[in-house]
Each structure stands twice: as C-alpha cells, then as structure tokens.
C-alpha cells in the first residue's frame, strides 16, 4: 500500500555515525524505526516530546508548533525494523524495545550475527547490552504491513547474510529505499568483515538483480553517507554501475 508523503527523519547515531531512520505516516502518526543501533535516549525523546538534540535531515516539522500548525498528531512508534545486524545498526534494539512495548522485525539469516552483537561492538571499543533477540522475520519478497505503513521486503545477502533492503512506495512522489549497508553514494559495503558471511560477487548479483531494476528516481538512504538514487549508482557506482564491467572494483567498500 503506497503511503502519501511520508515524514522522514535521519539521525546519525553512534561514533560510527550510522543512518537511522525514523519513518511516519503523517495521517495517522505510526511510526518505525530503521536501524536503531545506537543513542536511544536521543531518539526517543525527539520522537516522544521534540526534545533535544533532533535529526540531522528531515522533510517533516522541527519542532512540536510547526507539528500542530500542520495538524500532526502524536506519533506511535508500531515496529523496530532492521537492515542488518552489524551492532552500530542493531546494538541498542534492547534500549529501544524497552521503552516501545513493539515488535522487532530482522531477517533470520542475520539471527547469528545479531548473537554477537555486544562482543562486536567491545572488539571496536564500545558498549551494547545484551543483544536482543528479534520477534519477527522479515520474509523476502513480501510486502510487510507496520500500521499505516508497508515495506517491501528485498533481501540483499553480500555485506551480510540476512541484509535486506527496505522499500517504502510513495503515492505522491519518488519511492523511499532504505538499504543499509549494502549500498553507498559512490561505494559498495563492506565484505571483509569477521562472521558476517561477506561476499562480493553475492553483494553485486543482490544489487543488480533486485536494485538496478527499481525506478531511477527512488531516494536511496544508505546506513552511512549522503542520499542518492537508484538512477544515480546504476549509472555511475564504480563497484558495481554500468560503468564497472562484469566484474566490478573488488574491495572493501567505502564505508563499514
């Protein structure tokens, strides 16, 4: 079901400054968010009450009286939604899951990973509690309902077994793709990285069979970096676009 000007905010979370997305239906207020790996309490209390430091791009109101002016009730948050597991993405789900009685939705093959979450994050000098363990399965190749709003479901295995790509159909403009770490302004993730099950010829038959064929104009929001569009890296990605020939740059990627 298509969603009509969906409100979107990008937070920069963790010292790795990973892209969470926080996602609303403007008429009804549910809300999800994606990859909430890191800083809970900031998140939390902008979504809940417009308090403290807020996101660092938006195409919503930036305060509560700009909310009320544009007739914007309180936002639910309905579901916690993963790309993957890497623990800057999902290393705080815990906090999250805490103060939002919600399901967490992840897919099955980045269950493993997700068990080494915390062990992880202190082999890179950080803190993350107890990994959780998620509720749901996000089920390739279906359309999934989070209240008000639906997501494609596209798994993208290469940077990790159970990565996914997450698209948001827009009635009224370019549709949203949420694609973690599988996708870069420029790059590629990475597929060097200890117990993740990378691989770089499985990462570039992901992108090309289940994202190159999407719509040029389809906002792509990667798990680090700048927006770009699916247009954009079919044409120019030196990894992985027209121009990198069958067998693309084999590399790590520009960013973890």
């Not at 700048?226 to 790590?252: D, K, M, Q, S, W």
């Amino acid at each position: 079901m298509a969603v009509l000007d969906p409100w979107v905010e990008c937070f920069f979370v963790g010292a790795l400054q990973m892209r969470c997305s926080v996602v609303t239906d403007r008429s009804t207020g549910d809300t999800i968010i994606i990859d909430g790996g890191s800083e809970p309490q900031r998140l939390i209390s902008w979504i809940d009450h417009f308090e403290g430091r807020g996101p660092d791009w938006s195409n919503g109101p930036h305060d509560q009286a700009t909310a009320d002016d544009e007739g914007l009730g309180p936002r639910k948050v309905v579901a916690l939604v993963n790309t993957h597991a890497h623990f800057d993405h999902s290393g705080h789900i815990p906090d999250l899951l805490q103060h939002y009685p919600v399901k967490w939705y992840l897919h099955p093959d980045d269950t493993y990973l997700q068990s080494l979450a915390q062990s992880s994050a202190r082999r890179w000098g950080f803190d993350a509690p107890t990994p959780a363990i998620a509720d749901e399965p996000l089920i390739s190749g279906q359309t999934m309902d989070f209240g008000a709003l639906s997501l494609s479901i596209l798994h993208t295995p290469g940077h990790t077994l159970g990565g996914c790509c997450l698209k948001l159909v827009v009635a009224d403009g370019a549709d949203h793709l949420f694609v973690g770490d599988t996708l870069f302004a420029g790059s590629v993730g990475r597929t060097d990285l200890p117990d993740t099950g990378g691989d770089f010829d499985v990462l570039a038959a992901s992108i090309h069979n289940q994202l190159w064929p999407l719509e040029g104009d389809t906002i792509v929001y990667p798990g680090h970096g700048p927006l770009t569009t699916i247009g954009h890296e079919r044409a120019t990605n030196p990894f992985v676009g027209e121009g990198a020939g069958p067998g693309g740059l084999y590399g790590r990627g520009k960013y973890a």
